[in-house]
Nanobody
Framework: QVQLVESGGGLVQPGGSLRLSCAAS????????MSWYRQTPGKEREFVAG???????KYGESVKGRFTISRGRAQNTAYLQMNRLEPEDTAVYYC?????????WGNGTLVTVSA
């Protein structure tokens, strides 16, 4: 079993920045693809960013140029640097790890962008 713990959410003003962290623990086999998704009430979960073991990354259209995903030296950690935040970025952000075809999810961390 794999556990994911997110941290770093909070309240920020429009134009501000936040950095989310995700740490995976448990029975982990490399390679791991780690991703961030977000969800607001009444909407489907939306892909934000993902990064594979080799370091290649991809982003959702709405966050390109503003968000950056990275991994720690330990391959079981991932970060999401969010800059130029907008009220539309308000959501619960979830960390996802894909290991050997299985998806694991964290419990989410709330990001609120408001003046």
């Amino acid at each position: 079993q794999v556990q994911l713990v997110e941290s770093g959410g909070g309240l920020v003003q429009p134009g501000g920045s936040l950095r989310l962290s995700c740490a995976a623990s448990g029975t982990i086999y490399n390679p791991i693809t780690m991703s961030w998704y977000r969800q607001t009430p009444g909407k489907e979960r939306e892909f934000v960013a993902g990064i594979i073991s080799g370091g290649n990354s991809k982003y959702g259209e709405s966050v390109k140029g503003r968000f950056t995903i990275s991994r720690g030296r330990a391959q079981n950690t991932a970060y999401l640097q969010m800059n130029r935040l907008e009220p539309e970025d308000t959501a619960v952000y979830y960390c996802n790890a894909k290991i050997r075809g299985h998806n694991f999810w964290g419990n989410g961390t709330l990001v609120t962008v408001s003046a």
